[in-house]
T-cell receptor, first 114, second 111 residues
Framework: EAQVTQNPRYLITVTGKKLTVTCSQNMNHEYMSWYRQDPGLGLRQIYYSMNVEVTDKGDVPEGYKVSRKEKRNFPLILESPSPNQTSLYFC?????????????FGDGTRLSIL | DAKTTQPPSMDCAEGRAANLPCNHS???????VYWYRQIHSQGPQYIIH???NNETNEMASLIITEDRKSSTLILPHATLRDTAVYYCIALVYNQGGKLIFGQGTELSVKP
C-alpha cells in the first residue's frame, strides 16, 4: 500500500530537548515536504526537498532542520524545541512538482513542547 | 498563487449531492485547481484536480467554469464519512511545490 509514515504520532516533551520526527514514503517520490498546522493559521510549509541532498526553506523554517540522505526518508529535526513549536505536523510526498501530481500526506504528528 | 475563496461552512443531507463552490477569480492560465479534504485532524486527502476541463473520478466531480474564475466540487451521494473540511487550492508547481491551504469549507453531512 502506498503510504507516507510519520513517527511518532504523539509526543510530549520539554523545552530544549532535541527531537526528531521521522517521515518515510514507499512511492519512490522525489519531492517531500513538511507542514505545520495551527488553529486559525491553516497549514504552512516548513521545509521541502526536491530530491536527495536537495532541501530548501518553506514559509516557517525557523527552529527546524531537515535532511534528505535517502530518497524515502525526510526527517524533521528540532534541535532545541520551544513551546511555540507545539503544533500538528504533516509530512507529504509526490513526484516532482512540475509533473502535476497530487501530494500524499502522512497521518500527522502532534507535538506538545512544555 | 491565486487566492481562493470558499464559504466557511455548509450542510448536506446524507445521500444527497454536496456541491462545494470555490472562487478563484485571479487564477492564471497555468494554475491548476486542486481539492483536498481533511477529516478531523488527519492528514489532508487528495480528491481531484483540473485545469480547464471538467473532471470526474471515483470520489467526486470537478466543474470548472469556462472563464476558470470559479469551480464546484460535487460529491454525488454524500455520506456521514464525507463530513470534513474541504480545501480548494489554485496552484502553480513552481514555488517549491507548496500547497497554500486557506480556511476551507467545513461540510457537515447530516442523517
Amino acid at each position: 500500500e502506498a503510504q507516507v509514515t510519520q513517527n511518532p504520532r504523539y509526543l510530549i516533551t520539554v523545552t530544549g530537548k532535541k527531537l526528531t520526527v521521522t517521515c518515510s514514503q514507499n512511492m519512490n517520490h522525489e519531492y517531500m515536504s513538511w507542514y505545520r498546522q495551527d488553529p486559525g493559521l491553516g497549514l504552512r510549509q516548513i521545509y521541502y526537498s526536491m530530491n536527495v541532498e536537495v532541501t530548501d526553506k518553506g514559509d516557517v523554517p525557523e527552529g527546524y532542520k531537515v535532511s534528505r540522505k535517502e530518497k524515502r526518508n525526510f526527517p524533521l529535526i528540532l534541535e532545541s524545541p520551544s513551546p511555540n513549536q507545539t503544533s500538528l505536523y504533516f509530512c507529504a510526498s509526490s513526484p516532482p512538482p512540475g509533473v502535476n501530481q497530487p501530494q500524499h500526506f502522512g497521518d500527522g504528528t502532534r507535538l506538545s513542547i512544555l | 498563487d491565486a487566492k481562493t475563496t470558499q464559504p466557511p461552512s455548509m450542510d448536506c443531507a446524507e445521500g444527497r449531492a454536496a456541491n462545494l463552490p470555490c472562487n478563484h477569480s485571479t487564477i492564471s492560465g497555468n494554475e491548476y485547481v486542486y481539492w483536498y479534504r481533511q477529516i478531523h485532524s488527519q492528514g489532508p486527502q487528495y480528491i481531484i484536480h483540473g485545469l480547464k476541463n471538467n473532471e470526474t473520478n471515483e470520489m467526486a466531480s470537478l466543474i470548472i467554469t469556462e472563464d476558470r474564475k470559479s469551480s464546484t466540487l460535487i460529491l454525488p451521494h454524500a455520506t456521514l464519512r464525507d463530513t470534513a473540511v474541504y480545501y480548494c487550492i489554485a496552484l502553480v508547481y513552481n514555488q517549491g511545490g507548496k500547497l497554500i491551504f486557506g480556511q476551507g469549507t467545513e461540510l457537515s453531512v447530516k442523517p
